[in-house]
């Protein structure tokens, strides 16, 4: 049996109640000491140690908690442990610096058009972006998350296919990791969404979940047993490349009939009776309309059709009992999530046999994958700071 040393269990416990301030935010030192099953005088050497380093602050709490000396609160300064978040999509990118606790303390985007989404054009805006934002707060990111909507090796982040992009075997982590000049993991965007709903969202507390990202293509990230779900080498959650429509629409991917060639972007557009091309701000501002439509399900046709029958697919194979809908399925008309997660508690087995999948809109709008992204920086970094 191995016996942990004194300065390892002592980094493992800081680590912990780093990780209890950051997700849960302020706490007391008695609350603390409640959850991480310590004593106060432990509690109290951890506490001043991260104190000292700047990384927390304790202030006597506001409301007195009854009788005798208040216990003192601890509050994560989101300054001093700070990381990158990327998030690159289809039409355009965003980078975030986020700070202990998960606020976002500023942010940039730029359109990604034409050569701008050339690999390498995507590494040096972001470098310099990020180096821009960094000076302008005087902050220093300490390690980098970065969300791309593909096909990601999670050891090295190499992405091996990201189609929308028309992205192949980029080394994006290995080639980010160089120009910032802090670890970086990069991840699926589906897969960060599914984190930062895990973490900040819907899914908090959740057992088993399931997020699906829906802009130009479609995916699903996976919350399994409490955990998010990696695959064997990253790889997982290709959900919108089920088959669902044998002799259908080709798809990027090279096969037909995939689920995201009748419920991606496209597919929206159609059923919105928009053309083919052209700002998301029209698929936003129909669906607003529809939104006050009388049978808004009517009005989407063989759209809604194509959802559920991906949905009762992805909650029959995984068996989740939340699925989160991300970016544009969030903004979708109630009445049609209501009439899918009716429909999928009909059609899947699996939902009868639990009582009932959930089926809701994302409640962390536009920032999910920014966040996530964050939220995998950090999951490496407390352990260090
Ligand atoms: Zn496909």
């Known amino acids: 049996m191995s016996v942990a040393r004194p300065d390892e269990v002592r980094r493992f416990n800081r680590a912990s109640l780093l990780r209890i301030l950051h997700v849960s935010g302020p706490a007391t030192r008695a609350a603390l000491a409640t959850e991480l099953g310590l004593n106060r005088s432990t509690i109290k050497m951890l506490v001043d140690g991260l104190a000292g380093d700047g990384v927390v602050e304790e202030r ?3 409301i007195p908690q009854g009788a005798g000396r208040p216990s003192l609160l601890v509050l994560p300064q989101a300054q001093a442990v700070v990381v990158l978040a990327v998030d690159i999509q289809v039409e355009h990118a965003s980078i975030a610096l986020v700070g202990l606790g998960g606020q976002i303390l500023g942010r940039n985007s730029w359109n990604l058009r034409g050569r701008g989404r050339d690999p390498d054009e995507v590494v040096t805006h972001v470098a310099e972006s990020a180096a821009l934002l960094a000076q302008d707060l005087d902050l220093h990111p300490i390690a980098a998350g970065i969300s791309v909507p593909g096909v990601i090796r999670r050891t ?5 296919t990201a189609s929308n992009l028309g992205w192949t075997e980029v080394p994006l982590g290995e080639r980010m990791g160089k120009v910032l000049g802090v670890p970086v993991v990069i991840g699926n965007d589906a897969e960060l969404g599914a984190l930062a709903e895990f973490v900040r969202g819907l899914g908090r507390g959740a057992s088993d979940a399931v997020f699906v990202s829906a802009e130009i ?6 919350i399994a047993e409490g955990e998010p779900m990696r695959g064997s080498v990253g790889y997982l959650g290709e959900i919108g490349h089920m088959t669902v429509h044998p002799g259908g ?3 990027h991917c090279g096969n037909v009939g995939c689920w995201e060639t009748e419920v991606g972007e496209a597919a929206l557009r159609r059923a919105l009776g928009l053309a083919e091309f052209g700002p998301r701000g029209a698929i936003v501002a129909e669906l607003r309309e529809l939104q006050r439509d009388s049978d808004p399900v009517a009005r989407l046709g063989d759209y809604v059709d194509w959802l559920i029958l991906g949905l009762v697919n992805v909650v029959n194979i995984l068996g989740p009992e939340l699925v989160v809908l ?8 109630d009445a049609v999530v209501r009439a899918a997660q009716a429909e999928v508690r009909r059609r899947s087995m699996v939902s009868r046999a639990h009582g009932g999948v959930r089926i809701e809109k994302s409640s962390l709008g536009a920032d999910v994958k920014l966040l996530g992204a964050a939220e995998a920086a950090f999951e490496d970094v407390l352990t260090t700071v």
Do not use: Q, S, T
Not at 156 to 160: E, I, P
Not at 217 to 222: D, N, P, Q, S, T
Not at 326 to 333: E, N, R, T
């Open 249 to 251: 629409r080709e798809c």
């Open 156 to 160: 090295d982040g190499l992405v091996h």
């Open 326 to 333: 991300g970016d544009m399925f969030a903004i979708l008309p």
């Open 217 to 222: 293509g479609v995916g699903g990230g996976l």
């Open 60 to 62: 006597v709490p506001r």
